[in-house]
């Protein structure tokens, strides 16, 4: 099978999909909404990493005009999710060790903020414990791709105890740019489940009342997640 072919059969598989999100877009056709629904898939691996993203075919999918698709690709570029290539089009971007490094020092800020900001226990950790518990069944089933959503949605949920919306909203950029890192690997188990008992330790820190203790955790655990994975990013990557 040819690489052309192989493309378009990889292309239509990730638009098909998108045909059951028209529905999410209601009478308010959005490019904000439009460009909601191709982060999160995206993040979810649908287009990896190089990917060209064909106007025509996601266009259709979803019912949208050329005009807010384009607006759509231009926020999601603005996120650092897309790249444009003169005369060559849009596509889903490739990050650079240079990128896991600043997305990591948005996270040490961000979520061990989010910790140090927290009020007296007890805390609201319904989600946090959801997302524990999620990865540690889809680690039990050897589901890794289960594994790796539970695990960044561990870290939303820590990030979502500060009861920020504009917090949120970064923390969903900046972690489905560092799902395009774990896109490239050749073995996501590897870099996921060694931080399930971690994210557990950080669980039971915080349903103790001790957010010092938990922040402590959490950054530990980032900086090694940092060392390990910008090590091996940058030999996947290598020419």
Same mark, same amino acid.
């Given at each position: ?11 239509? %598989?990730? @638009?098909?999909?998108?045909? *059951?999100?028209?529905? &999410?877009?209601?009478? +308010?056709? +959005?490019?904000?909404?439009?460009? *909601? ?13 190089? +990917? ?11 019912? %949208? ?10 926020? &999601? ?8 290539? #003169? ?9 650079? %060790? ?5 997305? $990591?020092?948005?996270?040490?800020? @961000? ?7 927290? /009020? ?11 997302? %524990?518990?999620? /990865? ?31 917090? *949120?909203?970064?923390?969903? /950029? ?6 395009? @890192?774990?896109? @490239?690997? *050749? ?7 060694? $931080?399930? +008992? ?30 390990? #994975? ?10």
């Amino acid at each position: 099978m040819t690489n052309g072919t192989e493309q378009r059969l990889a292309e239509a %598989v990730a @638009v098909s999909g998108l045909a *059951d999100d028209r529905a &999410l877009l209601g009478r +308010t056709s +959005t490019a904000e909404r439009v460009a *909601d629904i191709l982060r999160d898939r995206i993040a979810e691996g649908f287009f990896p990493p190089g +990917t060209r993203l064909s106007e025509d075919s996601i266009g259709g999918a979803l019912g %949208v005009s050329r005009n807010t698709l384009r607006e759509a690709f231009r926020l &999601l570029t603005h996120e650092r999710l897309l790249v444009h290539q #003169l005369n060559r089009g849009v596509f889903v971007r490739v990050v650079t %060790v240079e990128d896991i490094l600043d997305i $990591y020092r948005v996270r040490l800020l @961000v979520e061990c903020g989010a910790v140090r900001g927290l /009020g007296r226990p007890p805390y609201a950790l319904e989600a946090v414990e959801a997302a %524990v518990v999620a /990865g540690e069944r889809a680690a039990a089933a050897r589901e890794w791709q289960e594994l790796s959503t539970a695990n960044i949605r561990f870290h939303q949920a820590v990030v979502a105890l500060a009861g920020s919306a504009r917090t *949120d909203e970064l923390m969903r /950029g900046v972690l489905a740019e560092l799902r395009l @890192v774990f896109h @490239v690997m *050749d073995d996501p188990r590897r870099f996921h489940a060694p $931080y399930l +008992t971690r994210n557990r330790q950080i669980l039971e820190a915080l349903q103790a009342g001790d957010a010092a203790e938990a922040e402590r955790l959490l950054a530990a655990y980032l900086e090694d997640s940092r060392r390990q #994975l910008s090590g091996a990013y940058a030999e996947r990557i290598a020419p």
